[in-house]
């Protein structure tokens, strides 16, 4: 029986892969490169460096035990009452154990206040301070790292858990490069098998954090370090004077210490679970107010990188801000131009087009798992999510691209970031006039 499949197969092969080229170039020339390609040769120098530095990775180890620094972790958080003791727990179970417990309740109206006083009272908790009226996260960050003490400060997300030897391993790669200024932990869904929405986020935090920022941190580009998991040099904050307003605050000050000259690693090792957003509409508002960021620091605040002339330019620092924005913003806006010059020429052929589209995208997913899998300490969980592979066309081919292009609309043409309630009115007002 003759099928639509004979006609799509018979369509490619009489056309050949120039067609096939020909239409889906912006997967060949751009995509496939740097979201395929590179993962797997950072996954073979990953195996290969692993072995090599291992010895240095222990001698590393055994300086820091020896020397055993206090380590402040801090968690500023608001209305964080059902997440705290996990966190709380979870930090005094570290393999490592000369920390400092820092909480920052920020203005909450739940049982946070509460639930901090008495693990502060019964010795979980170091200091507890609270914040009557809320500040925003940068101004609580900040307050704790007034309290803070120790040589390095760990800055968490309140509603994160961590495995045992989660500080140990982010605090090493300090004693393996003294040019090191800040570690990017690794943070995986906690709540990934909820619903799609969370299985899909799990994935792309696999992809996008695992081994993405492994990627970017290999090449000397990683720009980020997440606010849910992060450590720094208290020297290096002290000098920089903390964290600026703004909802893309953990970027911001990624930039300011590379700026410094320092490097910013990633340890995949050191690994953080945070609860995912589980509602469609709640993810949008989450994702509208990151990706504004990339307009607010990376083009307008930090805007000097990008000059020669500047004593903050040098060419890591730069390439690191214009992978981004070109990877993001530029390739956005392209794409639109693309998707609509396909369907214009080749209406007629739309049902043959779209299924092979399906099969390259698909295949390229399911080959970047692969990669997360490879080097996954939890791939025997993590293959659950196999399933929802196909899925990924779709967030992040269309949800999460339209999302962004949302997001860079409004702060461009609006200066939206300034406006959203993440922040207090009060708080975005300043950091407006002093244009941080």
């Known amino acids: 029986m003759y099928t639509f499949w004979d006609d799509f197969f018979w369509y490619w092969y009489s056309n050949g892969f120039e067609k096939v080229f020909r239409i889906f170039w912006y997967f060949f020339l751009l995509e496939a490169p740097r979201f395929l390609l590179m993962d797997f040769v950072v996954l073979f120098a990953y195996f290969r460096k692993r072995d090599k530095d291992k010895g240095k990775r222990e001698e590393a180890r055994r300086e820091f035990l020896f020397e055993n620094p206090l380590v402040s972790v801090i968690a500023p958080g608001k209305n964080e009452g059902k997440h705290i003791y996990k966190l709380v727990n979870s930090l005094n179970e570290q393999t490592y ?31 507890f301070l609270r914040n009557d009226d809320r500040g925003g996260k940068a101004s609580a960050a900040n307050l704790a790292l007034r309290y803070s003490t120790g040589k390095f400060v760990v800055h968490l997300d309140a509603d994160s858990s961590f495995d045992a030897n989660a500080i140990e391993n982010i605090i090493i790669p300090f004693y393996m490069d003294k040019t090191v200024g800040a570690v990017g932990g690794n943070i995986k869904a906690r709540n990934f098998d909820k619903n799609i929405c969370t299985s899909a986020q799990a994935i792309e935090y696999l992809q996008t954090i695992s081994v993405g920022r492994m990627v970017t941190s290999y090449l000397g580009i990683y720009k980020i370090i997440s606010g849910a998991f992060g450590a720094f040099r208290k020297d290096i904050i002290d000098r920089i004077g903390g964290w600026d307003i703004g909802p893309g605050l953990d970027g911001d000050i990624t930039v300011k210490i590379r700026k410094l000259g320092y490097t910013i690693a990633f340890e995949h090792t050191a690994v953080g679970l945070t609860n995912v957003p589980e509602k469609w509409g709640v993810l949008s508002k989450q994702r509208l107010r990151w990706n504004k960021s990339l307009i607010r620091f990376r083009l307008r605040k930090h805007k000097d990188i990008y000059s020669p002339t500047s004593a903050a330019f040098n060419f890591s620092n730069f390439f690191a801000l214009f992978e981004n924005v070109f990877f993001n913003l530029v390739l956005d806006a392209i794409w639109f131009f693309y998707i609509i010059n396909i369907i214009v020429v080749n209406v007629d052929f739309l049902a043959f087009i779209i299924p092979l589209k399906i099969m390259l995208y698909g295949t390229a997913s399911f080959l970047q798992f692969l990669v997360v899998l490879a080097i996954s300490e939890r791939w025997r969980q993590e293959i659950k999510l196999l399933i929802f592979i196909p899925v990924m066309m779709i967030y992040n081919g269309y949800y999460m691209r339209v999302i962004r292009t949302m997001a860079y609309v409004k702060e461009i043409f609006f200066f939206s970031s300034y ?17 941080l």
């Open 97 to 127: 154990k000369n920390i400092q417990i820092v909480i920052v309740d920020d203005g909450s109206d739940d049982e946070t206040p509460l639930i901090c006083k008495s693990l502060f009272d019964n010795g979980y908790i170091d200091v």
């Open 419 to 435: 406006k959203d309630p993440w922040n207090p009115a009060k708080s975005s007002k300043k950091a407006q006039e002093f244009g």
